[in-house]
């Protein structure tokens, strides 16, 4: 069966200066309002964010010869030199990002980019390193990891390659189970044609509203549902990737033994070694139940064990996240309904999905409950479900009013968890503290593995001037809390430039040696990413 | 906790000129000597073959400094250069191997090494580097695909590096379910560590009595368990290496998107990037319960419906394996009992262990039976079991008897297989008919995967001479129909030499830049066994 559809209607795009759809931005709810001051001490209100038509730019770098041979590629209204689309370009939805965008002066790349297909990607590239123009890949314009600065290392000019024109379900096979999706296709997108034909993928990351099928493979993404259907790699079968020296085409077959898997070189390759153009990835028919229900835990250590017991068991939820008591304390999972505390103690929310959910819910019920935790119905899953992927919304609001707001995550071996967590918040609270603010350390566990998990911190600050230098303070604390207490430095937000200086600590001298000599090899002229995954002056 | 151990027995050595334990060789049973003639004709009996002290071999071309710089590391009794140490490593146990080990001239390493921990194999390589010596490393010595081939590339000569000396459990962390074991571990030895605290590592290939930890992570290998514990691969959480320009420690945490997995760089890397000297694996506890059953199937096609319906659900079999209807009617899935026809149509074998069989079992026999399969009790699943690591001495009884005997193995989407089969078995009966042999040409599923399975096929051909020169040829045929069919040129032999000049047809010639890229960073002198997975030319 072949599908080729490029005509599923997008979602909205997103706003130039924040999270989401502009239509769904709104005011701090006014709960949250009365509890930040309890937290954070007295907030200031910060000046109104720059205007989009106010913002100053330099002039683009591009030679005008570069946009007539990129031109020629994609088509002469397919250079887009645009002020707008320069700014709209500029970077992914950290919060450094959001408040870079809040700024006067900003630093954009040359010009965007918008090839049509495969090929036109690898001509894009080819043009590139003849010429010395730094290339951007951009899908959904989520990274909160500083992948998408328009870096140019030692070239003269740097573009945004948008992928977004690289969109649909390119072939389904019913049989296999396998669905081969253009990277440019976002996540609604692609479950809207995998559902037409009664198939779904399942990857539900944060971000999924936006973000796109390359941008999960090239970030090593990780959803929702992991615990049911794996990491996003887990997921991918085959990949097809334009790099500057030629194509390639990966995943043959399922359980290969011919040669290293090079499918996870480009897993988590950041754009570094090719754009991803094409990916094939498993999917599953659509399930038809759904059951969900919440447990309360004494504490985050009993819901860790609890955790635990179930990753270390086959056929459990679909979902599973524990709520640390600070999280759970202010129900900050619970977005919709922040201000409302729902418990003390420690919550989880579990989903589950697909086949044999009674056998699999006794299960995970019997361990969950063996480990202190008692059932407190839907309610709390319920509220999780709906307000799950609004988050960065909230994030906006809390911005607009003067709280600096983050994410950040890692994780580890089940054995070393508590100790990673402790350290990871010492070095939050600690950092603010020493910047004269006030600040709240949140975490939940929403990923976990027979061996371990991960831990993502939520941390609100009342930071009271210059808030881009404290947190590069702060977050390069955190970085080294990582590394001395045994985590990775990211799980799933990727590396991007926020975290190349910590890789080497990660994997080592010869690590980096090898990721630079593939990078040698398929990008000579180092025009791919410049800066991101692995620092400029390793890749020369 | 922390756990040293070296004092586990290890198993009786390998024949040198066969599979296993001497005392377990036998000659082939009266129900195979009355069966052989109807498949094959009349067969031949051919000579004896030579034995141990009458093998021809070239003097070491080791010069006397190297050996001392060797065993400055290792000690002096540590580089061995005796005739009857350079034959036993002188290749792996396909059937080309054993065939040479059958004739009067041998090739062969020009010494042995035997290091006894992680630094003096870095430092062994460091010296072999530095004096041009080409370094084979050898764990279990079961390779069936070339993979210890002496061959030296540019340098004045090779050596074995064999890793017995390292061997036992490093670490336990029973919290995590992380296990460290020593590379040269053979697959009896772990499991024997691990059961004295309670946990199984589940990896079962038919290797297992020999081969080693390293040699499963280095191979790609998958196991009997497959289905129920994953392939070696999914197994594997930390990995330590030792190449010629420095060391790498991989692993840091479960879950990480901190780049490219590098870790999947060295699995499948199989020596030709450095030397694996400790491998941490996942574990669990070991499984007090298996219930057996065993199937029948109208014919193959029924069979891989049933199969392919199985691995699209979850939570299955812990073993699942299907032999087509010509294995099911010689019964050659039952070494012991071959002869004994079992039944028309086709054999499924099924084991359960572990959490929640009941449920497990309810589930894959309603599908099972959907797709028309009858139970047909234990039986047939008990001889399974009871023989499953028996295989290879039968080859050798067949061998003595005159008749070629071999194995290979490939795997494909589940939408291709029968495709994929049909294309293996043509070029099988075609090739061994094209030289004048009649063959019996056997095939069984025994990996599967939610998107595809494994294809694993048996070959006996009355060959009448030279049975080297015309398994080459029809070997080669099977590989370009392995292409043209759409396969994979190895589901777990891995690539070795006997498949390397095919890997390009897989992975494309970018990828083979990949390859030679990150050898070429790591062992820029091209020391790492020569030839294995890229050929030496596209490594200089």
Same mark, same amino acid.
């Given at each position: 069966m072949s599908h080729q559809s490029g005509r599923v209607a997008a979602e909205s795009e997103m706003r130039w200066n924040g999270w989401g759809d502009p239509a769904k931005a709104d005011d701090l709810p006014r709960a949250v309002r009365a509890l930040l001051p309890l937290l954070l001490g007295r907030i200031r209100k910060p000046a109104a964010p720059v205007e989009l038509h106010d913002v100053q730019l330099d002039a683009t770098a591009l030679r005008a010869n570069d946009g007539a041979a990129f031109a020629e590629i994609v088509g002469p209204g397919r250079v887009d030199m645009s002020d707008e689309a320069r700014i709209r370009h500029a970077g992914g939805r950290s919060t450094p990002d959001l408040l870079r965008r809040r700024q006067l002066h900003q630093s954009v790349p040359d010009a965007v980019i918008l090839p049509g297909d495969h090929d036109e990607v690898a001509a894009v590239l080819a043009v590139a390193a003849d010429r010395g123009v730094a290339v951007i890949p951009y899908?959904?314009?989520?990274?909160?990891?500083?992948?998408?600065? #328009?870096?140019? /290392?030692?070239?003269?000019? @740097?573009?945004?390659?948008?992928?977004?024109?690289?969109?649909?379900?390119?072939?389904?096979?019913?049989?296999? /189970?396998?669905?081969?999706?253009?990277?440019?296709?976002?996540? #609604?997108?692609?479950?809207?044609?995998?559902?037409?034909?009664?198939?779904?993928?399942?990857?539900? &990351?944060? $971000?999924?509203?936006?973000?796109?099928?390359?941008?999960?493979? *090239?970030?090593? $993404?990780?959803?929702?549902?992991?615990?049911? %259907?794996?990491?996003?790699?887990?997921? @991918?079968?085959?990949?097809?990737?334009?790099? #500057?020296?030629?194509?390639?085409?990966?995943?043959?077959? #399922?359980?290969?033994?011919?040669?290293?898997?090079?499918?996870?070189?480009?897993? !988590? $390759?950041? !754009?570094?070694?090719?754009?991803?153009?094409?990916?094939?990835?498993?999917?599953? &028919? =659509?399930? %038809?139940?759904?059951?969900?229900?919440? +447990?309360?835990?004494?504490?985050?250590?009993?819901?860790?064990?609890?955790?635990?017991?179930? *990753?270390?068991h086959v056929g459990g939820p679909t979902v599973i996240r524990l709520s640390d008591e600070a999280e759970t304390a202010v129900s900050l999972a619970q977005v919709g309904r922040i201000g409302r505390a729902l418990s003390k103690g420690a919550a989880v929310v579990t989903v589950y999905e697909g086949d044999g959910i009674a056998e699999r819910r006794a299960r995970t019920s019997a361990l969950l409950a063996a480990a202190g935790g008692v059932s407190s119905g839907e309610g709390a899953a319920e509220d999780w479900l709906d307000g799950r992927f609004d988050g960065p919304y909230l994030r906006d609001a809390l911005l607009d009013a003067g709280v600096f707001c983050e994410t950040l995550e890692t994780a580890t071996t089940w054995a070393n968890l508590h100790a990673l967590k402790a350290g990871v918040t010492a070095a939050l609270r600690d950092g603010f503290a020493d910047a004269g603010a006030k600040s709240h350390v949140m975490c939940h566990v929403s990923h976990i593995y027979p061996t371990g998990a991960s831990l993502y911190?939520?941390?609100?600050? /009342?930071?009271? $001037?210059? &808030?881009?230098? @404290? +947190?590069?303070?702060?977050?390069?604390?955190?970085?080294?809390?990582?590394?001395?207490?045994?985590?990775?430095?990211? %799980?799933?937000?990727?590396?991007?430039?926020?975290?190349?200086? +910590?890789?080497?600590?990660?994997?080592?001298?010869?690590? @980096?040696? =090898?990721?630079?000599? =593939?990078?040698?090899?398929?990008?000579p002229q180092g025009i791919l990413n410049p800066g991101a995954v692995i620092t400029v002056d390793r890749t020369r």
């Open positions: 899908g959904g314009g989520t990274s909160v990891v500083g992948a998408l600065d #328009p870096e140019r /290392g030692d070239h003269h000019a @740097v573009v945004s390659l948008d992928l977004r024109r690289l969109t649909g379900l390119l072939r389904l096979d019913a049989v296999s /189970g396998e669905a081969v999706l253009a990277a440019g296709t976002t996540g #609604p997108d692609a479950e809207a044609l995998l559902t037409a034909h009664g198939y779904e993928l399942g990857h539900y &990351p944060q $971000s999924f509203r936006y973000a796109t099928i390359g941008g999960f493979a *090239a970030a090593r $993404s990780s959803g929702q549902n992991s615990a049911g %259907h794996g990491r996003f790699e887990t997921m @991918v079968t085959g990949i097809r990737v334009a790099t #500057p020296t030629g194509d390639i085409d990966l995943g043959r077959s #399922p359980g290969s033994a011919a040669g290293p898997d090079l499918i996870r070189v480009f897993l !988590g $390759s950041e !754009g570094i070694f090719g754009v991803i153009t094409e990916v094939r990835v498993r999917v599953h &028919p =659509i399930p %038809h139940e759904r059951v969900l229900e919440s +447990w309360t835990f004494p504490d985050f250590a009993a819901g860790t064990a609890g955790l635990r017991a179930v *990753a270390q911190f939520t941390v609100l600050a /009342g930071v009271r $001037s210059d &808030p881009l230098k @404290v +947190w590069a303070e702060v977050k390069a604390r955190v970085n080294d809390a990582i590394i001395a207490s045994g985590g990775t430095i990211s %799980h799933h937000h990727a590396v991007g430039r926020d975290h190349a200086p +910590w890789l080497e600590q990660e994997i080592g001298e010869t690590g @980096v040696r =090898i990721l630079a000599a =593939i990078k040698r090899e398929l990008d």
